[in-house]
């Protein structure tokens, strides 16, 4: 995974360029109707019911656009909220807090929807071993914020790009030659490069495993597509030689069915690409 600098950095990126795209050269409705330094209060108001998540983000968004802006915070991330709750207070130019609205906003209904999700996949998973991964399936630009989510719902981080681990895929796989001859380039390059990252290999079928494990250095295959009979013996075969995921097409009717298998990880792209956002708004207070 990435180091916390390099997600600080991702997390700086994703403010600024949201700042950018939405303020541009001002924020002339503010900065038309209200005085430079009239101040105000604002508070956070759910009309939803989840996991809240975003609130860490949120103070680092009002940071930025102005360091005076003062957060009282009520309800912290991965807490369960309801309509009506009062998350934060954030007091201080007024000017200033609406120009933090929206991204704060989309932010934080985004990223409550898929801690929300997340929560509802893991309470699945209680009483086994296995525990729920997210997956690339993100919406471009603001990856760092819903695996972020992710962890705040009580999930686990997959890779989080393709710089950070390997993933020999189907198509890797075809193109490379095989199975073997994949696995075998890439611990060369890997050797080559200096690069100490870990390996995943999908595997479409029980045969494929078997090729997996007569191959060293292989930190999870994937398990992709299995039924569950299948997933078992692919469990069996493993053993303890490396950690096992199950993926594809794994949904809220299925999951506890594959976790039952005794794999160590399940993966759901649609703990990102598939939530409605949580209903928040910030309004303006005495």
Not at 30 to 58: M, R
Not at 97 to 106: D, K, Q
Not at 112 to 119: F, N, Q, R
Not at 269 to 284: E, P, R
Request: hydrophobic residues 40%.
């Amino acid at each position: 995974m990435i180091s916390k600098v390099q997600f600080e950095k991702e997390l700086d990126l994703i403010i600024k360029n949201a700042i950018r795209e939405d303020i541009g050269d001002g924020d002339h409705t503010s900065l038309s109707c209200i005085p430079k330094n009239a101040k105000g209060k604002a508070k956070l108001l759910v009309k939803d019911e989840g996991i809240i998540a975003g609130v860490a983000f949120a103070k680092q968004v009002f940071q930025y656009v102005d360091a005076d802006l003062k957060v009282e915070t009520f309800i912290q991330d991965g807490e369960a909220v309801k309509f009506g709750d009062v998350v934060f207070h954030v007091s201080g130019k007024s000017q200033s807090i609406l120009m933090a609205e929206r991204l704060v906003l989309n932010a934080m209904q985004r990223m409550s929807a898929i801690a929300t999700k997340t929560k509802f996949f893991a309470n699945l998973l209680e009483g086994t071993k296995t525990k729920v991964l997210d997956t690339r399936k993100t919406t471009p630009g603001i990856r760092a914020l819903e695996k972020w989510a992710v962890k705040i719902g009580g999930g686990e981080n997959h890779r989080f790009a393709l710089y950070d681990m390997v993933m020999i895929k189907d198509n890797h796989i075809d193109f490379a030659g095989g199975i073997t001859a994949a696995i075998t380039k890439t611990k060369k390059y890997l050797e080559q490069k200096n690069l100490d990252i870990k390996i995943i290999v999908e595997a479409r079928s029980l045969d494929e495993i078997k090729e997996i494990l007569s191959n060293k250095g292989v930190y999870r295959i994937l398990i992709d597509n299995f039924n569950y009979e299948d997933t078992k013996k692919a469990v069996a075969l493993i053993g303890n030689t490396c950690l096992t995921e199950s993926s594809g097409g794994i949904n809220e009717k299925t999951i506890r069915n594959y976790a039952e298998c005794g794999v160590d990880y399940i993966s759901s792209g649609a703990l990102t690409h598939s939530v409605y956002n949580m209903d928040l708004s910030l309004k303006a207070i005495d």
